[in-house]
């Protein structure tokens, strides 16, 4: 599918600093001027060193830190200016968010872990079960774990569990954090095949890739988070 010229994510002149009260109340800027945009069916990635500012893009975008300034629209909805209540409901039907840990309710099991976010949006059960059911099998989750909680997986199982999570339901928008690390050749492969498959129905994804084959592979261009420290941009 070719990019839509109309941004699914447009981030517009933002700022962050971070105040330590322990210190006196010292603020600290960490990113400054950051401007990018992510048109649908296009997926781009986050490069820069260790400590430049792409965790903290990310979670800027996600609404887990606040800006100081700026604006950070995901389909018309300014992140940061939005209340809470606009912020879940985003995450609910247009961000999705594939994190490098599983954060889960002990005792749900492991197939409706998968399916939560879809039973949210309305899905029937038996739909969203299938759907889970289906991207667990393709990430060799044996079919003997799906009823019980994934507090009890391996770290990789639990990996592959969140990377189920964060696909089965359609967002138009997506945050990928190492979505492939540490997995093996087949389950990497099909983290990309579904990553593919999600900018093909016009999903606008910002990723962070460290693998680099995996970023060379699905990402249209790069975007070099050094650029938005406060030292280069002032």
């Known amino acids: 599918m070719t990019a839509s010229h109309t941004p699914m994510i447009d981030i517009q002149n933002v700022c962050k600093s971070f105040t330590l009260h322990n210190q006196g109340s010292a603020t600290i800027p960490v990113m400054e001027g950051a401007t990018l945009s992510v048109s649908p069916g296009e997926c781009v990635g986050l490069v820069g060193a ?15 830190y606040l800006a100081a300034s700026g604006h950070i629209l995901i389909g018309g909805l300014d992140v940061a200016q939005a209340e809470p209540r606009e912020i879940l409901e985003l995450r609910r039907k247009t961000l999705g968010y594939v994190s490098q840990f599983l954060r889960v309710v002990p005792r749900v099991s492991t197939l409706d872990v998968v399916a939560e976010p879809l039973l949210s949006v309305g899905t029937p059960v038996e739909k969203a079960r299938d759907r889970a059911a289906s991207l667990l099998a393709q990430l060799n989750i044996p079919e003997r774990l799906w009823s019980l ?6 770290g990789g199982e639990q990996q592959r569990v969140n990377i189920a999570r964060g696909f089965a339901y359609d967002y138009p928008a997506m945050l990928l954090d190492e979505p492939t690390a540490s997995l093996d050749a ?9 990553i593919e498959t999600a900018k093909a129905r016009g999903a606008a994804i910002i990723g962070i890739f460290h693998d680099e084959s995996a970023r060379e592979q699905v990402c249209d261009r790069f975007i070099d988070v050094s650029a938005f420290s406060p030292k280069v941009a002032a």
């Open 50 to 64: 260790s400590g430049a500012g792409k965790s903290t893009l990310m979670r800027l975008i996600y609404g887990n």
């Open 186 to 194: 087949q389950n990497r492969a099909t983290v990309l095949g579904l």
């Open 149 to 154: 909680s994934p507090t009890t997986f391996s």
